[in-house]
């Protein structure tokens, strides 16, 4: 990370921020300090009072009207400014008498509270000693139809009082709590709840609803299955205690929940759960005060202070604001300096490259993403000097393969146009054999370019090796007698060679090639041993025995590279020749490369066969490696899968008849 560019990016960049930070969090808690302090009040608790006081009002009358003694009396109380009014920002109340003061300061722009008995603040009412809102947030205290009339309220009072004097005749102590809507109910005090439970002074009075609750009860189902009904739902059964489903069984304590719905977890609950909620807000919202927004400030009217702006804060942001700039403009200049240096000279190198100059190596002196960015560069110009360098020498090798045959043709044909020489039979094998060799070379050439441009079609069909070993040892075995070479394919003892899915003509090209070469490079009395076999590792020259093939060794598909994984079936041409150097092993595949300079055809074919080899095997989904000892032989490994590894038409018809004549060339 300490070298990477990105890890230094991101450093500066986190500095400039911790910086700016800092600064910046200096400024606010210097300049803020006690504007947050004035804007939140003198304590949360104070102003919660005055909240939860005006919130009762408003559960408890359906206007504001009469509210302005009440908004008084707080003010007077906390020694605050408050303020009332509608959401359309139209005066309620105001504590700020308007006889002393015609013109009161402006109320600001966000109000401190919005007061809403059906849509409770909860952080507010949790900031007091109270119980706050319902699951709904509505306030307990709105109650609406539900209020009971003063005989049903007696009535409740007289039952609650006997259930009281009957338990604490039995010890147990208890008091009479009457709840917003004036229902009565008894609270246990001490730990005596399970006595009370067992005891026979429960009022079955008290656990029943009351004509006027049973009629809000009702009015409240009603809304709460039409909302219901509206989602193509079915209705609920709406319990005394706003709960729902499995019955409502009434409890035999003597408390009496609250009215709150139940929290219920399911889709049809939760739709019930909401319904129930929009309806007691409906139910209620002409019995409670319509919201309002809650203004609370200090006496002289300013609610939210303003950011002083004075000189000396005016001065702080602007040298702050100065040092922040300039840190980011050196850092920036500094990182962006030394980060388009190294990319003006790959540019330039570039655009000598484009130019057809020699490309000077860019320096590289940092190893991070722009040093190895060049180092990148620099190799691929190296790459490029040298597949120019190849392309020259290919054009050159295409000139002298081609030139010495159509020389031979042509000498042949002036003498006998001079009469130096007769048209007998042997005259005319002599052209034979010349043009035969043209033709090969230009098939093979064509086979590359196929190869190359993904033309080169292929026929698969199941083929067992055994029988292509023995046509390519026969098609050879005449070669090597006359070179006194023995050439062998042994057949495996130990298991038999699982069948391949193959073009047979162009795999029979491919060991033709590789025996080719091995019977060219044997000297007489040396032999040539081609045998082939089951593994089921990766083709990449692995043997099956574990003796690698990479190393010192030449591989078709790139020294190193992985070939195809699963069964394969290894076919080995091994020879007692001369071998191959170890800096000479890796272009063996290299097109028009051979070992004796000279390009002597008494010592060495085109150059292109074991190319072709390598294409072929790329073609089936396979490798081509070789290993050598330089003066005691080579071995060429050729590894192909057992099943299709892909598009197996690739080429003309025209290709394959023209491998299964040259199957012998090299």
């Not at 919201?291 to 300013?302: K, M, N, Q, R």
């Amino acid at each position: 990370m300490r070298k990477s560019l990105f890890g230094r990016l991101l450093t500066v960049s986190a500095l400039v921020a911790a910086c700016s930070v800092v600064a910046t969090a200096w400024i606010a808690v210097q300049t803020t300090s006690g504007a947050i302090k004035q804007e939140q009040g003198q304590n949360l608790t104070a102003d919660a009072r005055i909240y939860n006081t005006l919130l009762g009002y408003a559960a408890s009358h359906p206007t504001w009207e009469g509210v302005e003694d009440t908004v008084r009396e707080l003010a007077r109380q906390s020694g605050r400014r408050i303020a009332l009014t509608t959401e359309q920002r139209r005066p309620l109340a105001d504590s700020v008498d308007s006889a002393d003061r015609p013109s009161p300061p402006a109320l600001p722009h966000r109000a401190s509270a919005i007061v809403d008995p059906l849509s409770v603040d909860t952080a507010l009412s949790r900031a007091v000693d109270r119980p706050g809102a319902t699951a709904d947030r509505v306030d307990p205290r709105a109650v609406g139809p539900f209020l009971l009339p003063p005989a049903e309220r007696t009535a409740l009072r007289r039952a609650a009082d006997r259930s009281v004097a009957c338990l604490n005749g039995l010890g147990v102590a208890a008091d009479v709590v009457r709840s917003p809507s004036g229902r009565p109910s008894i609270q246990i005090v001490g730990n005596a709840p399970d006595r009370a439970q067992d005891s026979r002074c429960a009022s079955e009075e008290l656990n029943e609803p009351t004509a006027t609750e049973q009629k809000a009860l009702d009015a409240l189902n009603r809304l709460a299955n039409a909302c219901l009904e509206r989602q193509g739902r079915t209705g609920i059964h709406l319990n005394p205690d706003l709960s729902w489903g499995g019955g409502y069984a009434a409890p035999r304590a003597v408390l009496v929940p609250s009215p709150a719905p139940s929290v219920r977890t399911g889709e049809d609950d939760r739709a019930a759960a909401s319904c129930v909620g929009t309806a007691r807000r409906e139910q209620l919202s002409s019995y409670v005060a319509s919201p309002a927004l809650l203004f609370i400030g200090d006496e002289g009217g300013t609610t939210v202070p303003g950011f002083d702006l004075s000189p000396a804060n005016t001065a702080k942001i602007a040298g702050a604001a100065a040092l922040v700039l300039a840190l980011t403009v050196g850092a920036t200049v500094l990182a962006g300096s030394r980060l388009v240096r190294p990319l003006h000279a790959l540019t330039g190198a570039a655009q000598r490259m484009r130019d057809g100059e020699d490309s000077v190596p860019v320096l590289v002196t940092d190893d991070n993403e722009i040093g190895r960015l060049a180092a990148a560069f620099n190799d691929m110009a190296d790459h490029r000097t040298r597949l120019e360098a190849q392309r020259k020498d290919m054009v050159s090798d295409v000139a002298h393969e081609l030139r010495t045959p159509l020389s031979n043709i042509r000498g042949w044909l002036e003498a006998a146009q001079d009469g130096l020489a007769e048209p007998d039979p042997a005259f005319i094998s002599s052209l034979h054999t010349e043009a035969v060799q043209l033709q090969h070379i230009i098939d093979d050439l064509q086979d590359l370019a196929a190869a190359d441009a993904g033309a080169l079609r292929l026929h698969p069909e199941p083929v067992r090796v055994e029988d292509v070993l023995a046509q390519v040892v026969a098609a050879h075995q005449g070669r090597a007698e006359t070179a006194g070479v023995a050439l062998s394919a042994p057949s495996a003892a130990d298991a038999p060679v699982p069948a391949l899915w193959a073009d047979p003509v162009r795999l029979r090209q491919a060991i033709g090639n590789l025996v080719s070469n091995a019977v060219r490079h044997t000297p007489a009395g040396g032999s040539v041993t081609v045998r082939a076999y089951g593994s089921g590792a990766p083709a990449n020259g692995t043997s099956t025995d574990g003796t690698s093939r990479d190393g010192a060794s030449a591989n078709g598909k790139g020294l190193g590279e992985e070939g195809p994984a699963g069964e394969v079936v290894v076919v080995e041409v091994a020879d007692t020749g001369s071998g191959i150097s170890a800096e000479n092993l890796p272009h063996v595949f290299d097109r028009f490369w051979r070992a004796e300079k000279s390009r002597s055809r008494r010592t060495g074919g085109s150059g292109l066969g074991l190319a072709i080899v390598r294409k072929l095997a790329e073609a089936h989904g396979g490798s081509v490696g070789a290993v050598s000892v330089e003066g005691e032989g080579s071995v060429f490994t050729l590894r192909l899968p057992t099943g299709p590894t892909g598009p197996t038409d690739r080429g003309s018809d025209e290709a394959s008849a023209r491998a299964s004549e040259g199957t012998g060339r090299g």
